[in-house]
C-alpha cells in the first residue's frame, strides 16, 4: 500500500498485559483495514510478542526494557517509571514519523496511560482514550472520580443504585472498593482514568450499543463513549478481514493445535472449557475442588493453567485427566471457545473473556476473582442472561458441589436451554454491532472520516 493511500496515521498505545494489548491490538487492526496506517506502540518487553499483518509495531520503554512488571515488582514504581520514560521515548516516536509521508495524526491510548495523552497535546496532535473495562464498570469508577460516589462501599451502603445500572449487591462490586485499603495502587490507577478524560478528542470503550447503551448513557454527562466493540477478530464475527483468526498477540506459546485434535474427538456441546485468563492466580485448595467436580461430574474437559500454577494441581487428578480431559498451559481461546463440542466456558469473567463468550455464544460460568470480575459475573447472570455465577463459600472457595450444580444449570435441563437460546441471541447482537452498518462499525467509520478531513496541523 503506497503512502497517499493512508487516510491519517494512528499510534496505538496499549498497558503491556495481555488482556489490554489484545483489545487495542485489534482495533488498530479495525483501523487499518479502513486505509489507516496503524502503528502499535508497545514497550521493549512485550514487543516481541507482536505479529499482526498490515501493523506497524514499534517499541517504547517502561523503564524495565528486560522483565516489564515482573521486573519493577511494585505496581506503584512502575507506573511511575512508565509514565517518565513512556512519556519520553512515545514523543521520540512520534517525532520519528513527522517529516514522513505519514505523519502521526492521533494517539490511542489505553485509559490505565492518561499521561500518553498529555505526549500527544504537547506534539499538537489529537488524543483519544480507549476504555478495556465494560461501560458499566467505567461508570462506577468515574463517579468515584467526580466525587458522586464516596469510598468505602459497605454491605450496609449497598445495593448501589446508579443511573443506567441495575442495582448493585456488595458481592457484584469490584474488589478496589470494597477493599480499597487492599489494592490502593490499583485503585489509584483506576480512578487516574479520568484525570485528564475531559481533554481527550475521543473517548472509546469496547462494549456495544445493544449490550451497553443504557448504561452508557447514565453516565454520558461525565464522559461520552463511543462504544466500538467487541474488539474480537473478525473471523468469529463479521469475517471481513482476511485471515483475522487470532489477535496476533501472545506473551505465551500457545498449543491450539493439540487442543483442537483433541476437541475432535469429542461430541457436539459436550466438553468443558475452563479458563482463568492471563493475571488470575488459584490457591492449592480451590484447585483441588475444580478437579474434584470435575472429576464427580464426569464430563470431558479441556482446563488452561499456566506453566506457573501447574504445581498447584492435585497429584491424583493429572493421572485422571488423561482420560476424561486435558490441561494445558495456554491455547487459542476463541478457537477452542468456536469449537462445536465446547458446551461451557468456566470464565473469571474478565471482560476479554466475557466479551469473547458472548460474541461466540458459549453460556458460561462465572467464577470471578478479583477487580472488575465480580460486576461482570452479575451481567452475565442477571442481565444477559448466558450463564450463572458460582457461589462461594464462607471462605471465599467455590466448592465442587456447587461447580457440579452449575454444570448441570447451564448444561442440562430447562434452564440451560433458555441460556443456550439467550447466548446465541447475544452472539448475533455482537455480529451486528461490528458488521458493515452496525453501531460500533459506524462509530469506527465516525473516526476514520474525521482523519480524512484532518487537512492541517491543530493548535
Same mark, same amino acid.
Given at each position: 500500500?503506497?503512502?497517499?493511500?493512508?487516510?491519517?496515521?494512528?499510534?496505538?498505545?496499549?498497558?503491556?498485559?495481555?488482556?489490554?494489548?489484545?483489545?487495542?491490538?485489534?482495533?488498530?487492526?479495525?483501523?487499518?483495514?479502513?486505509?489507516?496506517?496503524?502503528?502499535?506502540?508497545?514497550?521493549?518487553?512485550?514487543?516481541?510478542?507482536?505479529?499482526?499483518?498490515?501493523?506497524?509495531?514499534?517499541? @517504547?520503554?517502561?523503564?524495565?526494557?528486560?522483565?516489564?512488571?515482573?521486573?519493577?515488582?511494585?505496581?506503584?514504581?512502575?507506573?511511575?517509571?512508565?509514565?517518565?520514560?513512556?512519556?519520553?521515548?512515545?514523543?521520540?516516536?512520534?517525532?520519528?514519523?513527522?517529516?514522513?509521508?505519514?505523519?502521526?495524526?492521533?494517539?490511542?491510548?489505553?485509559?490505565?496511560?492518561?499521561?500518553?495523552?498529555?505526549?500527544?497535546?504537547?506534539?499538537?496532535?489529537? !488524543?483519544?482514550?480507549?476504555?478495556?473495562?465494560?461501560?458499566?464498570?467505567?461508570? @462506577?469508577?468515574?463517579?468515584?472520580?467526580?466525587?458522586?460516589?464516596?469510598?468505602?462501599?459497605?454491605?450496609?451502603?449497598?445495593?448501589?443504585?446508579?443511573?443506567?445500572?441495575?442495582?448493585?449487591?456488595?458481592?457484584?462490586?469490584?474488589?478496589?472498593?470494597?477493599?480499597?485499603?487492599?489494592?490502593?495502587?490499583?485503585?489509584? #490507577?483506576?480512578?487516574?482514568?479520568?484525570?485528564? $478524560?475531559?481533554?481527550?478528542? %475521543?473517548?472509546?470503550?469496547?462494549?456495544?450499543?445493544?449490550?451497553?447503551?443504557?448504561?452508557?448513557?447514565?453516565?454520558?454527562?461525565? %464522559?461520552?463513549?463511543?462504544?466500538?466493540?467487541?474488539?474480537?477478530?473478525?473471523?468469529?464475527?463479521?469475517?471481513?478481514?482476511?485471515?483475522?483468526?487470532?489477535?496476533?498477540?501472545? $506473551?505465551?506459546?500457545?498449543?491450539?493445535?493439540?487442543?483442537?485434535?483433541? $476437541?475432535?474427538?469429542?461430541?457436539?456441546?459436550?466438553?468443558?472449557?475452563?479458563?482463568?485468563?492471563?493475571?488470575?492466580?488459584?490457591?492449592?485448595?480451590?484447585?483441588?475442588? @475444580?478437579?474434584?467436580?470435575?472429576?464427580?461430574?464426569?464430563?470431558?474437559?479441556?482446563?488452561?493453567?499456566?506453566?506457573?500454577?501447574?504445581?498447584?494441581?492435585?497429584?491424583?487428578?493429572?493421572?485422571?485427566?488423561?482420560?476424561?480431559? #486435558?490441561?494445558?498451559?495456554?491455547?487459542?481461546?476463541?478457537? #477452542? $471457545?468456536?469449537?462445536?463440542?465446547? !458446551?461451557?466456558?468456566?470464565?473469571?469473567?474478565? %471482560?476479554?473473556?466475557?466479551?469473547?463468550?458472548?460474541?461466540?455464544?458459549?453460556?458460561?460460568?462465572?467464577?470471578?476473582? %478479583?477487580?472488575?470480575?465480580?460486576?461482570?459475573?452479575?451481567?452475565?447472570?442477571?442481565?444477559?442472561?448466558?450463564?450463572?455465577?458460582?457461589?462461594?463459600? !464462607?471462605?471465599?472457595?467455590?466448592?465442587?458441589?456447587?461447580?457440579?450444580?452449575?454444570?448441570?444449570?447451564?448444561?442440562? !435441563?430447562?434452564?440451560?436451554?433458555?441460556?443456550?437460546?439467550?447466548?446465541?441471541?447475544?452472539?448475533?447482537?455482537?455480529?451486528?454491532? @461490528?458488521?458493515?452498518?452496525?453501531?460500533?462499525?459506524?462509530?469506527?467509520?465516525?473516526?476514520?472520516?474525521?482523519?480524512?478531513?484532518?487537512?492541517?496541523?491543530?493548535?
Amino acid at each position: 500500500m503506497e503512502n497517499k493511500q493512508f487516510k491519517g496515521h494512528v499510534i496505538v498505545l496499549p498497558y503491556p498485559s495481555q488482556g489490554h494489548i489484545n483489545p487495542l491490538l485489534q482495533f488498530a487492526k479495525r483501523l487499518a483495514s479502513k486505509g489507516v496506517k496503524a502503528t502499535l506502540a508497545t514497550t521493549r518487553y512485550t514487543v516481541g510478542s507482536i505479529c499482526a499483518p498490515r501493523i506497524g509495531v514499534e517499541a @517504547i520503554s517502561d523503564g524495565f526494557d528486560e522483565g516489564g512488571f515482573s521486573q519493577a515488582g511494585n505496581v506503584e514504581f512502575y507506573l511511575k517509571s512508565f509514565r517518565e520514560q513512556g512519556s519520553r521515548t512515545l514523543s521520540r516516536l512520534i517525532n520519528k514519523f513527522k517529516h514522513t509521508a505519514t505523519p502521526v495524526t492521533c494517539v490511542v491510548y489505553d485509559s490505565f496511560l492518561p499521561w500518553a495523552l498529555d505526549v500527544a497535546k504537547q506534539q499538537g496532535i489529537y !488524543g483519544a482514550s480507549f476504555f478495556t473495562n465494560s461501560a458499566s464498570v467505567c461508570s @462506577i469508577f468515574s463517579r468515584i472520580h467526580h466525587g458522586r460516589l464516596s469510598l468505602p462501599l459497605t454491605p450496609e451502603t449497598t445495593p448501589l443504585m446508579l443511573p443506567g445500572l441495575p442495582p448493585l449487591n456488595f458481592r457484584d462490586l469490584p474488589t478496589f472498593l470494597r477493599f480499597p485499603d487492599s489494592y490502593p495502587a490499583y485503585l489509584a #490507577m483506576k480512578l487516574s482514568q479520568f484525570s485528564n $478524560l475531559n481533554q481527550a478528542d %475521543w473517548v472509546f470503550d469496547n462494549t456495544f450499543e445493544d449490550l451497553e447503551g443504557k448504561e452508557a448513557k447514565g453516565v454520558s454527562e461525565l %464522559w461520552q463513549a463511543k462504544m466500538i466493540g467487541p474488539m474480537v477478530p473478525s473471523a468469529y464475527l463479521d469475517e471481513r478481514i482476511k485471515g483475522d483468526r487470532g489477535y496476533g498477540s501472545s $506473551l505465551w506459546k500457545p498449543l491450539s493445535e493439540e487442543c483442537m485434535e483433541w $476437541l475432535e474427538t469429542k461430541a457436539s456441546q459436550s466438553v468443558v472449557y475452563i479458563s482463568f485468563g492471563s493475571m488470575v492466580s488459584l490457591t492449592e485448595e480451590e484447585m483441588e475442588e @475444580i478437579a474434584g467436580g470435575l472429576k464427580e461430574s464426569d464430563l470431558h474437559y479441556l482446563w488452561i493453567v499456566r506453566e506457573s500454577e501447574q504445581k498447584k494441581l492435585p497429584g491424583w487428578f493429572l493421572d485422571l485427566n488423561k482420560d476424561k480431559g #486435558m490441561v494445558v498451559t495456554w491455547c487459542n481461546q476463541l478457537e #477452542m $471457545l468456536s469449537h462445536p463440542a465446547v !458446551g461451557c466456558f468456566v470464565t473469571h469473567c474478565g %471482560w476479554n473473556s466475557t466479551l469473547e463468550g458472548l460474541s461466540l455464544g458459549v453460556p458460561m460460568i462465572g467464577v470471578p476473582k %478479583w477487580a472488575d470480575q465480580l460486576t461482570d459475573a452479575k451481567f452475565v447472570e442477571e442481565v444477559w442472561e448466558i450463564g450463572v455465577r458460582a457461589k462461594e463459600d !464462607g471462605g471465599g472457595v467455590v466448592r465442587k458441589k456447587e461447580l457440579i450444580k452449575c454444570f448441570k444449570e447451564v448444561m442440562e !435441563g430447562e434452564r440451560s436451554k433458555e441460556i443456550k437460546r439467550n447466548a446465541n441471541k447475544w452472539k448475533e447482537l455482537a455480529k451486528k454491532a @461490528i458488521s458493515e452498518g452496525g453501531g460500533s462499525d459506524e462509530c469506527i467509520n465516525d473516526f476514520v472520516q474525521h482523519l480524512i478531513d484532518i487537512v492541517k496541523p491543530i493548535n
